[in-house]
């Protein structure tokens, strides 16, 4: 009788630990997600619900954009706690008419989200009748070429014109980079030392 009421009482402290564990991982996920980065820059004036029940978020509220919806929803799947992420969130206002070229523009940011070789936060999107525009500031040609070919393969993209410049290009001549100023104190070593 004793050895019974004893594992009774064992599994019901498990119980309730395991419960508060859970409820402690919750809450832990919600207040990072409020706290993160893509939250406070990216959709810090969209009005968004985050709620965790053990694991398992829903996101209510309205957003701003529709490159929006995916950008919160990945932010939160890719937490650590996170097992999966009911995503109910609305755009505010009108959505815009498939292939138009506010859909195009929406279609064209939220591919650029997705890829981290781009950078989506400054790249500005413009279309008219399917012409895409890029401008904002790419790192590398080669992040500048990525930019293009990722607009390029959006459905309804008829063609892409990129405006955009190299942070290196807008550099004073007499600017350094990192590497040339390393490559100089290698220099200025090595003569010290013979």
């Not at 053990?54 to 701003?64: A, E, I, Y």
């Not at 290009?169 to 390393?182: R, W, Y």
């Amino acid at each position: 009788m004793y050895c019974l009421a004893l594992i009774a009482t064992v599994a019901s402290l498990f119980l309730i630990n395991a419960s508060l564990f859970a409820s402690d991982t919750d809450d832990r996920i919600e207040s990072t997600a409020k706290q993160s980065y893509v939250f406070k820059t990216y959709l810090k004036g969209d009005d968004i619900d985050i709620q965790a029940k053990d694991g398992v978020v829903t996101l209510t509220g309205t957003v701003s954009e529709e490159s929006h919806i995916p950008l919160a929803r990945e932010t939160l799947a890719s937490m650590p706690g996170v097992k999966s992420v009911d995503n109910k969130l609305e755009v505010k206002g009108e959505v815009p008419a498939a292939f138009s070229d506010a859909w195009v523009i929406t279609k064209v940011k939220t591919t650029l989200w997705f890829h981290r070789n781009v950078s989506a936060a400054k790249t500005e999107v413009f279309a008219k009748d399917g012409i895409v525009t890029l401008r904002g500031e790419a790192s590398s040609g080669a992040q500048k070429d990525l930019t293009t070919e990722y607009a390029r393969d959006v459905e309804g993209v008829k063609n892409v014109i990129n405006e955009m410049t190299l942070l290196s290009a807008t550099m004073n001549p007499e600017d350094k980079t990192m590497g040339q100023k390393m490559g100089t104190m290698m220099k200025s070593g090595k003569k010290n030392d013979g």
